[in-house]
């Protein structure tokens, strides 16, 4: 299963829509889609996630491999962020240059 979803949010500054393609963890077939505004483990937030605290209903595309289809989603923070994203770096471990880079970091969560 590809593990990349195609985030549609409207601009905070310029009003336009705006695509960014994001690794996701989804575990159950029914269950959310959860991102992360992790940014590589860098200081500051991605620019997407500005655009989805200024407009918190969005869309985002989801294929299967053979179609795509479009969903309403919103915004919110995830309150068990700390064991999902567990979950997440345990299947997708990033690399030990992206892991210097959040000693002390709090990552902004969404599902």
């Known amino acids: ?8 949010a409207i601009g905070a500054k310029s009003g336009e ?7 996701f963890l989804k575990e ?18 991605p620019a997407w ?9 969005f869309e985002i595309s989801v294929g299967d491999g ?7 989603v919103r915004a919110r923070v995830l309150e ?4 999902t994203y567990a979950r997440q770096a345990e299947l997708f471990r990033s690399s030990p240059s992206t892991r210097r880079k959040r000693p002390g970091r709090s990552f902004r969560w969404w599902n």
């Not at 829509?17 to 690794?23: A, D, K, V």
């Not at 068990?80 to 064991?83: A, F, M, S, V």
């Open 1 to 8: 299963m590809h593990h990349i979803l195609l985030l549609h």
């Open 17 to 23: 829509e705006r695509t960014q393609p994001l690794m």
């Open 28 to 45: 159950e077939n029914e269950g959310p889609w959860f991102v992360f505004a992790s940014y590589g483990g860098g200081p500051k937030d």
């Open 49 to 57: 996630f500005r655009n989805v605290v200024a407009n918190p209903e």
């Open 66 to 72: 053979e179609s795509i289809r479009r969903v309403p």
């Open 80 to 83: 068990e962020r700390d064991t």
